[in-house]
């Protein structure tokens, strides 16, 4: 949804190449047809149609104005949305329309034998998800949603860090999306619940499924939402504004290092997660904090670019932590010797030779980087439908997985008082 809040500049896609598409007439060639044309579109779109063996054939929308402007742009046929998952030379149908609309436009395009890239989310009930990841595994086709988040390497680095332990245990996350609204009119679907499924399922999807990736499928235990306060006499047209959305999940850790844990009943790592759409594009910002036993890793963006790791480390695990984040840069804080070595934190001593502060990036901006998220992700999938053996980085199960934990933060936030 973040695209909406930027300039849809940002998104244009470059001036259409006068070369020919390529891999007209090769049977290898996939054949996308997109359903709906806005924002989010013209940027993937870009993306897609640059990839080897991709072409771009059809263009669907309720707007006709909107799917003339991406046909000339992409050089592709105006057809109507029905139109493109019944059409035989559209292998694979983009689904690029708001959140409502994706569970019966993907299943038109399954049941018509096609595979199915969805915008984010897969679909804004759980039922509808899972009856999509049924008709998909009927029919031996592709059907994830776009969740790009782990594709980025950060998402890769993060998760070496954690696993490798070499800050100790992971003990708690926090992520809080100040977002910007300035897009966002009082009449966009994004504040629509019918439309757009709440903050959570519209938006709080990529972070859930980046959680996921790192700790498996979690647990919502708490969650509230507030709406933002109608001014009576100015905003007499207002309509009612769910603007901020905060749940606390949680994510079992059965073991630490190598030592089995009991299983306790509170047990587990918790994960808060935090949305608002309330601020001016130029204050858009997001950060996600990663406590560990001995140190803590901060992301900075929503598509994260750049970030710190900050920790008590022994002689060796700087050099390969450094050695694990992309373009990292070791600055020492403090050394310690002798018995300033020993320290101590949940009734266990460990061995401290220096606090160290890592700073790491993907040596990208944000579009820059949210460019190649959204073309590794399409590379992925689009190359599992050539070859079944490939291990996709994301599957169907994830794209349902995410829906569902979605549903119920939006579950319980909307019981809490
Ligand atoms: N993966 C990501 O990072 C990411 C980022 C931004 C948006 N999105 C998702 O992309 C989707 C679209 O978001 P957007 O910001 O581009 O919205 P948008 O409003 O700019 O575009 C939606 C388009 O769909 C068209 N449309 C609406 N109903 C239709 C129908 N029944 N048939 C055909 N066309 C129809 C509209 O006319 C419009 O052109 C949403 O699901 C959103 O959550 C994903």
């Known amino acids: 949804m973040q695209t909406v809040l ?8 470059a001036a259409p190449s006068a070369a020919p598409l390529p ?8 054949r996308v047809g997109l359903v709906g044309c806005g924002a989010f579109a013209r940027f993937s779109m870009d993306r897609y149609r640059r990839l080897p063996g991709v072409t771009i054939r059809a263009v669907a929308d309720i707007d006709p104005a909107a799917a003339q402007r991406a046909a000339v742009e992409l ?6 949305p029905e139109a493109i998952s019944a059409a035989s030379e559209i292998d694979l149908v983009y689904i690029a329309t708001p959140p409502a609309m994706h ?8 049941e018509a034998g096609k595979h199915v890239l969805a915008e984010k989310p897969l679909a804004t009930t759980v039922a509808d998800a899972e009856a999509l990841q ?20 950060l998402a890769d680095a993060v998760k070496s860090v954690i696993e490798s332990r070499l800050l100790g245990e992971l003990v708690h996350g926090l992520f809080v999306n100040e977002a910007a609204d300035e897009g966002l009119e009082p009449s966009h679907w994004f504040w629509n619940r019918e439309i757009s499924g709440g903050i959570f399922v519209e938006h709080g999807v990529h972070f859930f499924d980046l959680v996921a990736y790192w700790l498996g499928q979690g647990q919502v235990v708490a969650a509230a939402r507030s709406m933002r306060p109608v001014d009576a006499a100015r905003d007499t047209a207002a309509p009612t504004v769910e603007e901020q959305v905060m749940c606390t999940c949680r994510y079992a850790r059965p073991m630490t290092g190598d030592r089995p844990v009991v299983a306790t009943p509170h047990a587990g790592v918790l994960f808060h997660f935090e949305h608002g759409f309330h601020q001016c594009s130029r204050m858009d910002r997001q950060e996600m904090r990663l406590v560990f036993e001995r140190g803590e890793i901060r992301l900075f963006d929503w598509v994260p670019t750049h970030g710190t790791l900050r920790g008590l480390v022994d ?9 694990m984040l992309p373009d990292s840069d070791v600055t020492l804080i403090d050394c310690y010797d002798g018995a300033a070595r020993h320290a101590r934190g949940r009734f266990r001593s460990f061995d401290a030779a220096a606090l160290v502060e890592i700073s790491f990036s993907v040596g990208k901006d944000k579009l820059g980087i949210y460019g190649d998220v959204v073309r590794d992700l399409a590379a992925d999938q689009i190359t599992w439908i050539r070859d079944r053996l490939h291990r996709r980085r994301l599957t169907e199960a994830d ?4 829906v569902a934990l979605a549903c119920a933060a939006d579950r319980m936030a909307m019981e809490a008082r």
């Open 75 to 80: 050089g592709a046929t105006v057809l109507a």
């Open 103 to 110: 569970f019966q436009q993907a299943r038109a395009a399954l």
């Open 134 to 153: 049924s008709l998909a595994a009927r029919h031996g086709r592709l059907c994830v949603a776009n969740l790009v988040e782990r594709y980025n390497p």
């Open 23 to 30: 891999g007209h007439g090769n049977a290898n060639v996939i």
């Open 399 to 402: 794209s349902v997985a995410t």
């Open 6 to 13: 930027a300039s849809v500049d940002d998104f244009a896609p």
């Open 315 to 323: 002689d060796a695990a700087g050099a390969t932590l450094a050695g």
